[in-house]
């Protein structure tokens, strides 16, 4: 079944305590996204990533990292988590740029 | 600045009766927009989309007119069904070589049976 997944689906930290966030797609998708969704904002991209190795900043990059190692797998980061990063989070792929995006569940972060 | 704007943030509708979503949007250069669906604790999934080069895309029993003119698109629902009711978010790409997809805030749709 062709899916992406995330892991955590739901997870409470402090502030200052390093997370990471895994995103992996089974359909061999180049292009992957991380987005943030919060009331009233609607889904804001943070980070976006074309290829192995290959990441840009999205619309809302800042106190977030990701990384590109793997075609399969691409890792949100918050370094020194901070309360506004409290958000529901979505990983997405697709295979080409007008090709349809595909979301995983999405992760629920709280930071206290 | 919100490029891709919906401005009604929820929407009721009786089953059986159209359901019309609206969305507007400021960039000139998008050039190709979508529809998705979201239910309450999953992902938003992929509706429907429609490329600048056409004014109308149909699938079922959705369809979305794009009016390039005047910066708007819209989504249809006809019949509108009970399962039908969840966010409903319209976004859009700029040009070729984009990577970057640009979302409205949602609006909720409630067909009330």
């Known amino acids: 079944e062709a899916q992406v997944t995330q892991n955590p689906r739901y997870l409470i930290t402090v502030t200052g305590k390093k997370l990471t966030v895994t995103c992996s797609q089974n359909?061999?998708?180049?292009?992957m996204s991380w987005y943030r969704q919060d009331p009233g904002l609607g889904l804001r991209q943070i980070y976006y990533?074309?290829?192995?190795?290959?990441?840009d900043k999205g619309d809302v990059p800042e106190g977030y990292k990701v990384s590109r190692k793997e075609k399969r797998n691409f890792p949100l980061i918050l370094e020194s988590p901070s309360p506004n990063q409290t958000s529901l989070y979505f990983c997405?792929?697709?295979?080409?740029?007008?090709?349809?995006?595909?979301f995983g569940p999405g992760t629920r972060l709280l930071v206290l | 600045d919100q490029q891709v704007k919906q401005n009604s943030p929820s929407l009721s509708v009786q089953e059986g009766r159209i359901s019309i979503l609206n969305c507007d949007y400021t960039?000139?250069?998008?050039?190709?927009f979508l529809w998705y669906k979201k239910y309450p604790a999953e992902g938003p999934t992929f509706l429907i989309s429609?490329?600048?080069?056409?004014d109308k895309n149909e699938d079922g029993r959705f369809t979305v007119f794009l009016n390039k003119s005047a910066k708007h698109l819209s989504l249809h629902i006809v019949p509108s069904q009970p399962g039908d009711s969840a966010v409903y978010f319209c976004?859009?790409?700029?040009?070729?070589?984009?990577?970057?997809?640009?979302f409205g805030k949602g609006t909720k749709l409630s067909v009330i049976p």
């Open positions: 429609i490329s600048s080069i056409k």
């Open positions: 960039n000139s250069m998008f050039d190709y």
């Open positions: 997405a792929s697709r295979q080409s740029l007008q090709e349809t995006q595909y």
């Open positions: 359909m061999n998708h180049e292009y």
């Open positions: 976004a859009a790409y700029s040009g070729a070589g984009s990577y970057q997809l640009t």
């Open positions: 990533s074309m290829n192995v190795e290959v990441t």
